[in-house]
Nanobody, 128 residues
Framework: VQLQASGGGLVQPGGSLRLSCAAS????????MSWVRQAPGKEREAVAC????????WYTGSVKGRFTISRDNVKKEVYLQMNSLKPEDTAIYYC??????????????????????WGQGTQVTVSS
Protein backbone atom coordinates (compact mmCIF):
# COMPACT_ATOMS: atom_id res chain seq x y z
CA VAL A 1 0.00 0.00 0.00
CA GLN A 2 1.31 3.41 -0.91
CA LEU A 3 0.02 6.98 -0.97
CA GLN A 4 2.45 9.36 -2.63
CA ALA A 5 1.67 13.06 -2.21
CA SER A 6 3.29 15.72 -4.35
CA GLY A 7 2.85 19.28 -5.55
CA GLY A 8 3.76 21.28 -2.47
CA GLY A 9 6.08 24.24 -2.50
CA LEU A 10 6.57 27.89 -1.69
CA VAL A 11 3.91 30.29 -2.95
CA GLN A 12 3.08 33.91 -2.29
CA PRO A 13 -0.16 34.89 -0.55
CA GLY A 14 -2.99 34.84 -3.06
CA GLY A 15 -1.29 32.20 -5.16
CA SER A 16 -2.34 28.68 -6.08
CA LEU A 17 -1.01 25.16 -5.79
CA ARG A 18 -2.37 21.79 -6.87
CA LEU A 19 -1.55 18.81 -4.71
CA SER A 20 -1.72 15.29 -6.07
CA CYS A 21 -1.78 11.95 -4.29
CA ALA A 22 -1.18 8.71 -6.16
CA ALA A 23 -2.49 5.53 -4.56
CA SER A 24 -1.51 1.93 -5.06
CA UNK A 25 -2.01 -1.40 -3.39
CA UNK A 26 -5.62 -1.03 -2.25
CA UNK A 27 -9.11 -0.63 -3.69
CA UNK A 28 -8.92 3.14 -4.10
CA UNK A 29 -12.43 3.65 -5.46
CA UNK A 30 -13.92 2.04 -2.34
CA UNK A 31 -12.34 4.53 0.06
CA UNK A 32 -13.29 8.05 0.91
CA MET A 33 -10.13 10.12 0.61
CA SER A 34 -9.09 13.04 2.78
CA TRP A 35 -6.52 15.79 2.80
CA VAL A 36 -5.22 16.49 6.28
CA ARG A 37 -2.77 19.21 7.22
CA GLN A 38 -0.55 19.90 10.19
CA ALA A 39 0.90 23.31 10.85
CA PRO A 40 3.92 23.78 13.14
CA GLY A 41 2.87 23.48 16.76
CA LYS A 42 -0.72 22.59 15.90
CA GLU A 43 -2.77 19.42 15.77
CA ARG A 44 -3.62 17.76 12.51
CA GLU A 45 -6.72 19.12 10.82
CA ALA A 46 -8.84 17.53 8.12
CA VAL A 47 -9.43 20.11 5.41
CA ALA A 48 -11.21 18.24 2.61
CA CYS A 49 -12.75 14.87 1.89
CA UNK A 50 -14.11 13.09 -1.17
CA UNK A 51 -16.68 10.43 -0.41
CA UNK A 52 -16.49 7.06 -2.12
CA UNK A 53 -20.13 6.20 -1.45
CA UNK A 54 -22.03 9.14 -2.92
CA UNK A 55 -19.40 11.33 -4.61
CA UNK A 56 -20.04 14.13 -2.12
CA UNK A 57 -17.27 16.39 -0.86
CA TRP A 58 -16.66 18.17 2.43
CA TYR A 59 -14.46 21.11 3.39
CA THR A 60 -13.55 22.66 6.68
CA GLY A 61 -14.82 26.19 6.98
CA SER A 62 -11.50 27.97 6.65
CA VAL A 63 -10.85 26.58 3.15
CA LYS A 64 -14.37 26.49 1.79
CA GLY A 65 -14.58 28.42 -1.47
CA ARG A 66 -10.80 28.37 -1.91
CA PHE A 67 -9.90 24.66 -2.03
CA THR A 68 -11.35 21.98 -4.30
CA ILE A 69 -10.90 18.26 -3.81
CA SER A 70 -11.32 15.87 -6.72
CA ARG A 71 -10.45 12.31 -7.55
CA ASP A 72 -9.82 10.08 -10.54
CA ASN A 73 -10.70 6.50 -9.69
CA VAL A 74 -9.19 5.21 -12.93
CA LYS A 75 -5.82 6.81 -12.25
CA LYS A 76 -6.22 6.15 -8.50
CA GLU A 77 -5.37 9.73 -7.67
CA VAL A 78 -6.85 12.42 -5.46
CA TYR A 79 -6.16 16.11 -5.90
CA LEU A 80 -6.43 19.30 -3.89
CA GLN A 81 -6.61 22.54 -5.85
CA MET A 82 -5.72 25.37 -3.50
CA ASN A 83 -6.46 28.94 -4.57
CA SER A 84 -6.21 32.29 -2.78
CA LEU A 85 -3.66 30.81 -0.43
CA LYS A 86 -3.03 32.50 2.89
CA PRO A 87 -0.05 32.34 5.26
CA GLU A 88 -2.22 30.37 7.68
CA ASP A 89 -2.49 27.60 5.08
CA THR A 90 1.20 26.85 5.66
CA ALA A 91 1.45 23.23 6.78
CA ILE A 92 2.44 19.74 5.78
CA TYR A 93 -0.42 18.30 3.76
CA TYR A 94 -1.16 14.59 3.90
CA CYS A 95 -3.53 12.48 1.88
CA UNK A 96 -5.26 9.70 3.77
CA UNK A 97 -7.74 6.92 3.09
CA UNK A 98 -10.71 6.90 5.46
CA UNK A 99 -11.88 3.80 7.22
CA UNK A 100 -15.62 3.29 6.91
CA UNK A 101 -16.16 4.65 10.44
CA UNK A 102 -14.84 8.01 9.25
CA UNK A 103 -17.55 9.82 7.31
CA UNK A 104 -16.46 12.75 5.20
CA UNK A 105 -18.68 15.08 7.24
CA UNK A 106 -17.10 14.00 10.54
CA UNK A 107 -15.51 17.43 10.91
CA UNK A 108 -11.95 18.68 11.03
CA UNK A 109 -10.73 16.79 14.10
CA UNK A 110 -8.42 13.93 13.19
CA UNK A 111 -8.21 10.62 15.01
CA UNK A 112 -5.54 8.38 13.56
CA UNK A 113 -7.53 5.20 14.12
CA UNK A 114 -10.19 6.42 11.70
CA UNK A 115 -7.84 6.25 8.72
CA UNK A 116 -6.57 3.14 6.97
CA UNK A 117 -3.60 4.60 5.11
CA TRP A 118 -1.52 7.78 5.14
CA GLY A 119 0.77 9.41 2.61
CA GLN A 120 4.14 10.86 3.49
CA GLY A 121 3.11 14.52 3.32
CA THR A 122 4.08 17.46 1.15
CA GLN A 123 5.10 20.86 2.51
CA VAL A 124 3.09 23.92 1.55
CA THR A 125 4.54 27.28 2.55
CA VAL A 126 2.66 30.50 1.88
CA SER A 127 4.89 33.49 2.36
CA SER A 128 5.94 36.69 0.67
Amino acid sequence: VQLQASGGGLVQPGGSLRLSCAASGFAFSSYSMSWVRQAPGKEREAVACSSASDSSVWYTGSVKGRFTISRDNVKKEVYLQMNSLKPEDTAIYYCAANLMRRRCDSGSSVRSYEYAYWGQGTQVTVSS
